[in-house]
């Protein structure tokens, strides 16, 4: 079974800090590209950071020269740092990866069940 399981949520005041991390299973080769979206009630799911196995990232605007995203290879994880966080940064953060896990054909996407960030004073 193909697992993506996600920690390091939890509630934290406004200019804190906190580092997520997701977990990959059962995968075959490394994953290609990996990345965390966000969504905050009643707005619509957006991507936060990507990267890719050759460790290029991307960023939306309102996170970058904040958050930093890095891939630690030998576990197959990949990692969200999240510094000086604003209430606006509330969501539940969600990991996504294109992976190929054992008895598949293809690249197939797979998401983790979320964990819930709070900035909150």
């Known amino acids: 079974q193909v697992q993506l399981v996600e920690s390091g949520g939890g509630l934290v005041q406004p200019g804190g800090s906190l580092r997520l991390s997701c977990a990959t299973s059962?995968?075959?080769?490394?994953?290609?590209?990996m990345g965390w979206y966000r969504q905050a009630p009643g707005k619509e799911r957006e991507l936060v950071a990507t990267?890719?196995?050759?460790?290029?990232?991307t960023y939306v605007d309102s996170v970058k020269g904040r958050f930093t995203i890095s891939r630690d290879n030998a576990k197959n994880m990949v990692l969200l740092q999240m510094n000086s966080l604003k209430p606006e940064d509330t969501a539940v953060y969600y990991c996504?990866?294109?992976?190929?896990?054992?008895?598949?054909?293809?690249?197939?996407?797979?998401w983790g069940q979320g964990t819930q960030v709070t900035v909150s004073s």
């Open positions: 990267i890719t196995s050759r460790d290029m990232s």
């Open positions: 996504n990866a294109d992976l190929w896990v054992s008895g598949a054909t293809n690249w197939r996407n797979y």
């Open positions: 059962d995968t075959i080769f490394s994953p290609k590209v």
